[in-house]
Structure formats: C-alpha cells, structure tokens
C-alpha cells in the first residue's frame, strides 16, 4: 500500500512538473496556496528549475500592485527551501508596477542569501503612485545579498522615454564600501519624484567610494537646476564612526507646485559614531514657501557632542496659509530643540515662541512614539484677524499621544478663559475642553469630546470606518441671556453627521424653551440638516411651536444657485403679524 501510495504521487508529481496539463493544475493551486497574493497564468517549462510564465500578478490589501509578463527564470528550487534563493538567469519582456507595495509585518528571523546572475527586463513601466512620476525604462544587471555587510551590485537601468541613466557598481563586502552610483537625467525626472519634488529639473549625481584600509573614503556630488551639494570625508562601516563634512548652495527654484525659495545655503561636519556623532551646521533659506506657509527668511543651526543634538531655527516673515493680515509677521518665531541620542527613546524637546503663541513638548522617537505637546495663547484678541472675534481672554491646551504598531492614541484637555462682554465670552466664561481619539492602523478614527463653558454643554462622539463616517453630538446652551439680554430660556439640540468623507449628510433636531423677559417660556421645535458636505449641496431648516404667545413657523430652504452664489427659499414663515415667503440669491 505504501509503496503505490508513493508511486501514485511520484505519478502525480511528474505529471504535474512536465506536462502542460500539470502546469494548468499548478497555476490554480498558487493563488489559493499564497493567500491571493500570487496569481500565475500560462506556466509552462521544465519545471522546477526552468520556467516561463506568460502573466504573473502581485497582490496585496490593495489590490494589484506589480504585473509580469512574459517571464523566465533559471534556479535551483531546492536550495529555495532553505536560506539561500540561487537565480541563475530571470527575464521579462515587460513589468508594470502600478504602486509601492503595502508592506506586511515579517516574522523571519533567518537570514537568507540572494544571487541573481543575470537580470534583464526590456520594458519597466512605472506609474506615478510607484514612484512620484510615471517612467518606461529597461533594466540588466546581477546581484549578490546576504547582509548589509555584504551586498553587491551591478546594476545599469536606461529610460525609454525620456533621457536618463541609473548605475550601480558597488559592493560591501567586509564592512568596506567600494563603487560608484550614478544618475544622470534630463528634465523631470524620478530622482526629483522619488523626493517628492517632480519639478527638480535635470539631476547628475555621482557617489564614490574607495577602500582606505578598514575605512571608506567616500565623495557626493548632487547638482540639480540651480542646485550644488557636496560632500567629502572617511566612513568605518565596522568601527560605525564617520567623518564627513558637506555643503549646499541653491538659487531660485521651484522644485513642487507646493514649494519654492530664493536662495539655499548650509553647510556642516559630522564626526563620530554613527549614534552619537558631534554636528556642526548651518542653514540659511530666502523666501520659502511651503504648502501655503511663506517664511521670509529661515535661519538656523544645529550642533551637538557626545549624543546631544540642539536645533535653534529662527522663521521671520511667517504667514500662514490664506492668512491676509500677517499677524505672526510682526515679529520672528524662535524654534528650539533637543535631542538625546544616548538613551533608547531618543527624546526630543522642544518649544516654539512668539508673543502670540507659546508651544512645548517632549517626544520619544523609537519604539512606542509618545509625548506631550502644551499650547498656550495668551491674549486671544491678538488673533482677531485669523479667529474674527475680539474677544479678549485666553486659552491652553495639552495634548497627549502615543503611536504603536496598534495605532495612535491622543487625549487633549484644554481651558479658554474669555472674557468681555460680548456674546460668545459670556457664553463660553471659562470652558473646560476633554477629548480623545484614536487612529487605528487600518485607518479607522474614533473620537469623543466634552466641552463644558459658562452657559455651554458639547458632547460628540463617533467614528469613521472603512470610509464612512458616524458621529452624534449634543449641545446645550444653558442660559439664553448670555447671547442677547432679553431673552430667557434654554436650547438643545441633537445632531448626527452620516456619509463619506466627500458625501455626507448632516442632521440636528432639537427644542428651545424660551421667552423674551417677563413672560413665560414656550417651547419651539427646530429641525435642520445639510447635505453633500463638506461641499455642501443643500440644507433645510423647519421652526415650530409657540413664543411670546404667539405661533411660530418657517419652512426654508438653500441650494446653490451657480458658482459662489445660494437659493434661499421661504416656503412658509410667520409669528404674530410678520409673514414671510418667496426666494432670494445670495
């Protein structure tokens, strides 16, 4: 029996290796066998070790992500199952890779060795998500990896649509780093997209390094459109010490849409070990312009020894993002910070002044990412032109958080103190604010908040999972005076917000019991919801009950009406001898 047993699956496993029948039965076991990940069409070839493939597709959470056609690859299958992945020869006519590839949490401790003879794809076409811009190039080379001490490459891949060449020629083999990389490229290119800078403009870079005993001596160049940066200096893989110094000098550029400056100037010398080096450097930035932030003029320094590092920045000039009055222009913002490289967490300390703002915090940043973060303002009436109130008072906030493989969990408890006489400080008086919230690592969000004022009471607590949005909330303002002083009475309301972060439908229902001082309280009924939001596609507003022993009733509604301009219609309204109806563009 155990002989025909092992006769039948030597049978089978023949059948399956070199017949064209048996490929097809390989083909359907691999998607279900890798999870989905690996889906493999028109296998054929003398199997295990010489095979071809018309179509292999990779797969992740996401979806596809890399597409191989018409592969072949020589090996040895058998020393695969070990630690030691042997390619012989592995080329493609064609690979597109679509995006990165969502990485998943690896549990191998056991070290393996790649070696891949020769390498050869005749079109790589990558897709901007791949890469930060879309490239068609050609690929040949081999390469050798067991371990960051010792890897070796030689690698040439060529542009087919545009100018551009990417060597390789480099090894590490006994700690001792020796080779060249290289990129040369004209106009927009990847090394500006793989930065995040597509508009970088033509780059030539060169990195040499030559063996000097046990050491590395090592040389950078970097020139881009208007840019030079260099560097120069000895490393010791082994020993991790380094002695390099560097520099950088840029002219007017604008190397993103959402980035640009006029000039760029640092240079600097780091010395030591890799883990505690002494830093010396300097930087000075003209005109920068970030993502709508605009810093005049950006002046900083940072030096450090025997694993303290100190960050001083000095930002003037600053304006924020649709900001029209410049407020923090008035005078610098002073950033400072600190760094501990001496103990695990790595924690930084840091504060951010300016009269109108104070910011400071510590963060451990290895392991679990957690710290504190404290804002205060001390005058909120200054900020008037950013918030449109006057109000004078002022206000503090701190905010805890800490990040694991998990997700981020934040906690924030603040207090405004407003005072005057306007409406919204004797509303608020001095609020106590509480919330939490939690980031999960698949992206769902979680939040509750609590806001407790003069006259005011807030509590909103949701979620947002798997693209779709769930949050309820209540508000009640306690003492109706404080908003007009005529009025007395209560208001309530309930609301939900439902949909998707680009379509959802906001809805609130709720009572006032109120009078004008000196009669008695009725009660009035308020429905209202707003669609389409946060563009907002319409909104509906319902009043009834009674006030002041009189009837109340309105029935609106507003739509848009073009760009920039709303339909306010009036189906019904009236109290007492007013009544109301018709429509109006706003």
Same mark, same amino acid.
């Given at each position: ?55 292999? @597709? ?175 200096? @000895? ?107 001496? /103990? ?20 451990? /940043? ?7 973060? /404290? ?15 006057? @109000? ?132 009035? @009924? ?61």
């Amino acid at each position: 029996i155990v002989a025909a047993i092992l006769g039948a699956f030597f049978v089978f496993l023949v059948f399956c290796l070199f017949t064209p029948a048996g490929h097809g039965v390989i083909e359907a076991l691999i998607e279900p066998l890798s999870g989905g990940r690996i889906v493999v069409s028109g296998l054929s070839g003398n199997l295990p070790n010489h095979l071809n493939a018309r179509r292999v @597709t990779l797969r992740d959470t996401a979806g596809t992500w890399l597409v191989i056609e018409d592969v072949s690859l020589d090996w040895d299958a058998v020393s695969a199952l070990g630690d030691h992945v042997n390619i012989t020869r592995v080329s493609a006519a064609s690979v597109t890779m679509a995006r990165r590839k969502i990485a998943r949490p690896s549990t191998s401790t056991t070290p393996t060795t790649i070696d891949i003879g020769a390498l050869h794809i005749d079109r790589l076409e990558l897709k901007a998500p791949a890469l930060g811009h879309a490239a068609v190039l050609t690929a040949t080379g081999s390469l050798h990896y067991t371990s960051r001490h010792d890897v070796a490459a030689e690698l040439v891949v060529q542009r087919l649509d545009a100018a551009g060449r990417y060597d390789i020629h480099a090894a590490i083999a006994n700690d001792i780093l020796t080779g060249t990389i290289s990129i040369a490229e004209t106009g927009a290119g990847l090394a500006g997209g793989a930065i995040g800078l597509p508009d970088l403009g033509s780059v030539a870079l060169e990195l040499r390094a030559t063996a000097e005993g046990t050491r590395n001596s090592v040389e950078l160049k970097f020139q881009a459109d208007h840019m030079d940066v260099s560097g120069n200096g @000895t490393m010791d893989i082994a020993a991790q010490m380094a002695d390099i110094a560097f520099s950088a000098r840029a002219q007017e550029m604008h190397p993103s849409k959402d980035l640009s400056w006029s000039s760029i100037e640092a240079q600097g010398r780091v010395q030591g070990s890799f883990s505690a080096p002494n830093i010396a450097a300097t930087l000075r930035i003209g005109d920068l312009a970030a993502n709508g932030v605009r810093v005049a003029a950006l002046s900083g320094t940072l030096d450090g020894a025997g694993g303290q590092a100190n960050l001083r920045l000095m930002a003037e000039g600053l304006t924020l993002p649709g900001e029209k009055s410049a407020v923090f222009a008035a005078a610098p913002v002073a950033v400072t910070a600190k760094m501990d490289l001496n /103990t695990p967490p790595r924690t930084v300390t840091f504060a951010v002044d300016h009269p109108l703002l104070h910011l400071s915090g510590t963060s451990a /940043t290895r392991g679990v990412i957690s710290g504190r973060i /404290t804002a205060s303002v001390p005058a909120l009436e200054r900020l008037a032109p950013l918030t449109g109130s006057k @109000t004078p008072g002022n206000a503090s906030v701190t905010l805890d958080f800490a990040r694991n493989a998990t997700g981020l969990d934040l906690t924030a408890k603040g207090t405004v103190a407003a005072t005057g006489t306007s409406a919204i400080a004797r509303l608020l008086g001095r609020t106590v604010l509480d919330a939490t919230a939690r980031l999960g690592a698949d992206g769902a969000l979680s939040l509750r908040t609590n806001l407790k004022g003069a006259a005011i009471r807030a509590e909103i607590a949701g979620s947002q999972r798997s693209g779709l949005r769930d949050f309820t909330g209540d508000i009640a303002i306690t003492d109706l005076s404080r908003l007009s002083a005529t009025i007395a009475g209560t208001l309530t309301l309930r609301g939900s917000l439902l949909g998707t972060p680009d379509n959802a439908k906001l809805t609130l229902n709720g009572t006032a019991s109120a009078a004008t001082k000196g009669m008695a309280r009725q009660t009035i @009924t308020i429905a209202a919801d707003a669609t389409g939001l946060p563009k907002f596609k319409s909104a509906t507003l319902r009043l009834s009950g009674s006030f002041d022993g009189a009837s109340v009733k309105l029935n609106s509604d507003i739509a848009p009406a073009g760009a920039d301009a709303w339909k306010l219609s009036i189906a019904e309204g009236a109290w007492r001898s007013a009544h109301l109806g018709g429509a109006v563009t706003l």
